[in-house]
């Protein structure tokens, strides 16, 4: 197979993590003899620093002729002051918008290899196998917001809207995906405060007991959902949510697997591109140190193969390369627990080693 693949290795950690993904895939095109061609463009904070614009145009029209775009992470303290024109984190709600991305799967999965990293006790998050769907494109981080001052008083809104349409095509991939695995679909919403929420419930609703009565189908509501998360995980199959309790439940869930650094997501809409990521952000803590987790970033890449090269035993291999690496106990600081612990390179050779 020929790929054009787009790299957006963004601002803190992103670089760092992004070369051990692209290393990992360019191993697998040797391996399995694939012609991977990567083009690096800017997005984020380096690319208001350098173009004044937090999505250039030639990265908007680099990604959508590319058969997948890898991206690491945008934003950081330099970029931070609330008053600003423009924010890095603009760049990226920008292109999932311009592709329509309007679907992020976010899995979490415990590795048994890992399972004392998380602060969480074995016996309630091993096993866990979760699917999140989490809506992109739309809810409280697309409405309009602005500001007002009346009577010297200032105040700022933002608006939640959700279409039925928007939220059709969402429920409908979740149930597809659900019926692929345990068969169970989970719905979170606030449908006892919010109205998009309201017309969210009826209309997952409707779509679930038309088209999929098959599956096994049931709502929680988005506060009990973050309770029963750490205290219940394994119930749960696929879960569909909006945009914002997606973005809020899914950094909780990285905790059954122990770090934030272990989750890989996948953006996907009806066609064209997908956008792969890890769910974490830049990392301004610990960026430059070398220290970062790159495995989010590398199952990311697996999840690029699978999902927009429909290369199910390259992904495969990557993931199996990851488990093995955790099975020899090499661990970043972030899964360390305190344990001798080694680099983003050195992890990233680890996982390279395996792919042999
Ligand atoms: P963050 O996810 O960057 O970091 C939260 C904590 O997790 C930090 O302590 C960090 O060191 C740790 N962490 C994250 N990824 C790690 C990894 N791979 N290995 C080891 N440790 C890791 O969240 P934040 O600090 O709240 O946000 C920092 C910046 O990142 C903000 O500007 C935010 O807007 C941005 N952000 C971007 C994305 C994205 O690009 N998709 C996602 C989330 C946050
Ligand atoms: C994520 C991030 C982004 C989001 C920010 C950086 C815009 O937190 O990808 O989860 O909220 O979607
Ligand atoms: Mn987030």
């Keep these: 197979m020929n790929a054009n693949i787009v790299l957006l290795p963004g601002d803190g950690i992103g670089p760092e993590i992004v070369k051990q993904a692209e290393n990992v895939l360019i191993q697998i095109a040797k391996k399995f003899g694939h012609t991977f061609q990567f083009e690096s463009h800017l997005i984020g904070g380096i690319a208001i620093d350098e173009t004044g614009d937090p999505l250039p145009q030639a990265t908007v029209d680099a990604c959508k ?29 920008r292109i999932r ?4 991305l309007f679907a992020n799967l976010r899995p979490i999965q415990t590795f048994s290899e890992l399972v004392d990293a998380s602060p969480l006790k074995r016996e309630i998050v091993d096993g866990t196998d979760i699917l999140f769907f989490r809506e992109l494109t739309g809810g409280v981080y697309f409405g309009e917001s602005g500001r007002n001052t009346v009577d010297g008083v200032e105040s700022a809104y933002a608006s939640m809207v959700y279409s039925v349409p928007e939220v059709e ?16 679909l989970t719905s979170v919403d606030k449908a006892n405060v919010l109205e998009p929420s309201r017309l969210w419930r009826q209309t997952a609703q409707r779509v679930m007991s038309e088209e999929f009565p098959d599956v096994q189908y049931d709502v929680v509501l988005v506060d009990a959902m973050a309770m029963h998360l750490i205290s219940r995980p394994r119930d749960y199959d696929v879960v569909v949510t909006g945009n914002l309790f997606g973005d809020i439940l899914t950094d909780e869930a990285s905790m059954l697997p122990g770090s934030l650094g272990m989750l890989p997501s996948a953006s996907i809409g009806a066609s064209g591109p997908g956008l792969y990521e890890p769910i974490h952000g830049s ?12 495995l989010a970033t590398i199952l990311a890449a697996a999840m690029l193969l699978r999902h927009s090269l429909n290369l199910e035993e390259e992904a495969a291999a990557i993931e199996a390369a990851v488990r093995s690496v955790l099975a020899d106990g090499l661990r970043t600081a972030d899964i360390a627990s305190g344990a001798p612990s080694i680099g983003t390179q050195a992890m990233g050779e680890a996982v390279l080693a395996k792919l042999g």
């Design 169 to 184: 095509r969402i429920v409908r991939l979740a149930a597809l995906a659900a019926r692929q695995r345990d068969n169970r």
């Design 65 to 93: 002729k590319s058969a997948a775009i890898l991206l690491g992470a945008v934003g950081g303290p330099k970029w931070d002051d609330p008053a600003a024109k423009t924010r890095p984190e603009q760049g990226l709600l």
């Design 283 to 294: 990392a301004p803590d610990i960026a430059g140190k070398g220290i970062a987790n790159p």
């Design 97 to 100: 918008k311009e592709l329509q």
